[in-house]
């Protein structure tokens, strides 16, 4: 398993973006397919967007779709969430997901991943 710690996140007007990394420990970072989640208060941990270990393959909510994009820097161990045209119901915890996998399934269910990060809260304000 791999160790993740994310960053970036804060207080964003509405139609602002921010940058969330997520960075890895260990050296098995490039054989995980690598997925962002969100919780917002009140409410159930959902998926937001995955990207297969390589990062030719990504998958998208429909409810990001457009506005959020994921990439990964492998040599860096790190996965990037881009987001922009911030909308106050995006308001939540983020949370970054590693599975091993070197295939190019890019999974949805929380499921599927067995290491998470801690979290950080973005605050989009209206």
């Known amino acids: 398993q791999v160790q993740l710690v994310e960053s970036g996140g804060g207080l964003v007007q509405a139609g602002g973006s921010l940058r969330l990394s997520c960075a890895a420990s260990?050296?098995?970072?490039?054989?995980?397919?690598m997925g962002w989640f969100r919780q917002a208060p009140g409410k159930e941990r959902e998926f937001v967007a995955t990207?297969?270990?390589?990062?030719?393959?990504?998958y998208y909510a429909e409810s990001v779709k457009g506005r959020f994009t994921i990439s990964r820097d492998n040599a860096k161990n790190t996965v990037y969430l881009q987001m922009n045209s911030l909308k106050p119901e995006d308001t939540a915890v983020y949370y970054c997901?590693?599975?091993?996998?070197?295939?190019?399934?890019?999974?949805?269910?929380?499921?599927?991943?067995?290491?998470w990060g801690q979290g950080t809260q973005v605050t989009v304000s209206s």
């Open positions: 260990g050296r098995t970072f490039g054989s995980n397919t």
């Open positions: 990207i297969n270990w390589i990062g030719s393959g990504t």
């Open positions: 997901a590693a599975r091993p996998d070197t295939s190019y399934y890019t999974p949805r269910s929380q499921a599927a991943f067995g290491s």
